[in-house]
């Protein structure tokens, strides 16, 4: 959602000791504490390390040490469900630390985990509002907003004046399209929070919808007023503008929304529009686009490429391979580069040049997808000990860019075979696309390639061998 929140008791109760001596232990404890307090993060965490290595059973270290590692700083979740899980471990009843370890689930973007803590946390202690605020936050995540409506209403029950769980059971009513109630809702916030501008943002939206023009553009209003950078709330007004057929306003609020948009971006949103607009084949925008990050950033890999491939696209060939050498010299083991230069080099008949690309992509793509192969491996390890989805989601993308690296060795042999074709070596082209067809024996266009090379050899017996190759193929 655009004005996302993420309300879940900031303020931090440090665990204490149930009693104090002279312990070693008992010292480290409160020296962490103090740490804590004075936002020595680091120093707190060492002192609560120190705790557990002489008191292993300490649940008040394993706990304190997990709200130190999910501070803003440190921002270490995984470390810290680790630590709140050996908390719950030594003490099954801290309603507490479910509730944490429920905060950094969601935060990890593991909604059923965080849900079944928030759950755990509720049975332990039923009159929390924040514990159901929280599971109301991570099931409308999940989609279930009926849920979350629910959890919401009860957090406002036991706490009438929690203004986020008003304005999350406004934002779940407003997807489920009971504007009335989300309306409501938005209401009681700025009762609560007058300066709330989601609140207002999205009273207006929904204030619209249901045809209440002048209380939308008084939101909106508001809104601009307390945040005049806001460029999304004038594309709102446009809309509403043009609802009621003043297309002249609506065009000018939305000419100052893209002025506004454009004024506020910085490097990388002009890196992902650029890649949009190339996507779209826009190669001037695109272009455009990847020059004003690398005006603003200097270096950018990313730009250079992607610029090198905008100005491809639009057959300036010259200046793309300048750009694919940029990109080199500032990542010389990306094999992207590499191979799209091959191609930019080929296409100004520059065979030996792009036969150089493409054999450094061969040199370069086997080591590459080992790599990746090995990160997937480690990170389908790791989920299978956390049960973390991130995890799992890493392995699925490592894998996926080993088999991205797999197929470029494929093009580079491929590409590279036809530059040797026009360079007139057809032994090197026959030994290329004999490789290819190892590395891909099902591809009927590999086998005619090769028949061709072998006819221009006077080798009949052998290109009719692979012509018949090639039909059985296409005919399977």
């Known amino acids: 959602m655009r004005r996302s929140f993420l309300f879940l008791m900031l303020t931090l109760t440090l665990a204490v000791p149930a009693s104090f001596g002279q312990t070693t232990a008992g010292d480290f404890l409160t020296r962490g504490n103090e740490r804590f307090n004075k936002k020595d993060y680091d120093g707190a965490i060492a002192d609560y390390t120190k705790v557990i290595e002489l008191d ?16 803003d700083t440190k921002w270490d979740y995984e470390g810290a469900v680790a630590d709140f899980t050996k908390a719950i471990e030594n003490d099954p009843s801290n309603a507490k630390a479910y509730y944490q370890r429920g905060y950094a689930r969601y935060v990890l973007s593991d909604r059923d985990g965080c849900i079944a803590d928030y759950t755990k946390a509720i049975e332990l202690n039923p009159r929390d509002a924040g514990s159901y605020q929280g599971r109301g936050l991570a099931r409308a995540g999940k989609g279930d907003l009926n849920g979350a409506i629910a ?3 009860k957090a406002v029950e036991l706490d009438p004046k929690n203004v986020w769980a008003y304005r999350g059971r406004g934002d779940a009513r407003h997807q489920n399209n009971d504007l009335d109630g989300a309306i409501a809702d938005f209401t009681k916030v700025i009762e609560l929070d007058h300066r709330n501008v989601g609140a207002y943002y999205f009273r207006g939206i929904d ?7 002048d209380g939308a553009f008084a939101d909106f209003t508001k809104v601009m007023d307390l945040n005049p950078k806001d460029k999304d709330v004038y594309k709102e007004r446009a809309k509403v503008y043009r609802k009621i057929g003043k297309t002249d306003l609506a065009i000018i609020d939305e000419k100052t929304a893209a002025e506004m948009a454009e004024a506020q971006m910085d490097w990388v949103g002009f890196l992902v529009r650029g890649n949009d607009r190339r996507q779209q084949k826009d190669f001037d925008g695109a272009i455009a686009d990847y020059t004003k990050v690398i005006d603003l950033k200097g270096d950018a890999f990313s730009a250079y490429l992607g610029r090198g491939d905008a100005r491809f696209g639009n057959k300036d060939v010259d200046g793309a391979i300048a750009d694919y050498s940029k990109a080199i010299e500032l990542a010389p083991k990306h094999v992207y580069a590499y191979y799209n230069r091959g191609l930019a080099r080929f296409a100004k008949k520059d065979a030996e040049g792009a036969i150089a690309d493409y054999t450094k992509v061969i040199e370069l793509t086997p080591g590459l997808a080992a790599e990746f192969d090995k990160d997937a491996v480690a990170a389908r390890a790791k989920y299978d000990l956390t049960r973390y989805k ?16 797999r197929s470029l060795y494929a093009a580079a042999y491929n590409s590279r075979g036809h530059a040797y074709v ?8 026959i030994a290329d696309y ?14 005619k390639d090769r028949a061709k090379v072998y006819r221009s050899m006077k080798k009949l017996r052998l290109a009719i061998a692979d012509e018949r190759r090639a039909a059985k193929l296409e005919k399977q």
Do not use: C, M, W
Request: cysteine-free; glycine content about 4%; overall charge negative.
């Open 56 to 71: 292993p059973r300490n649940a008040s270290a394993y706990y304190n040490r997990g709200l130190a590692k999910r501070t």
């Open 207 to 213: 204030r619209g919808t249901k045809n209440d023009f």
């Open 422 to 429: 026009v360079k007139g070596s057809d032994d090197l082209a």
């Open 434 to 447: 004999t490789k290819l067809i190892e590395l891909e024996p099902s591809q009927a266009v590999h086998y």
């Open 151 to 153: 959890d919401y209403t």
């Open 390 to 405: 991130n995890d799992l989601s890493s392995a699925d993308s490592y894998l996926a860019s080993a088999n991205e690296q």
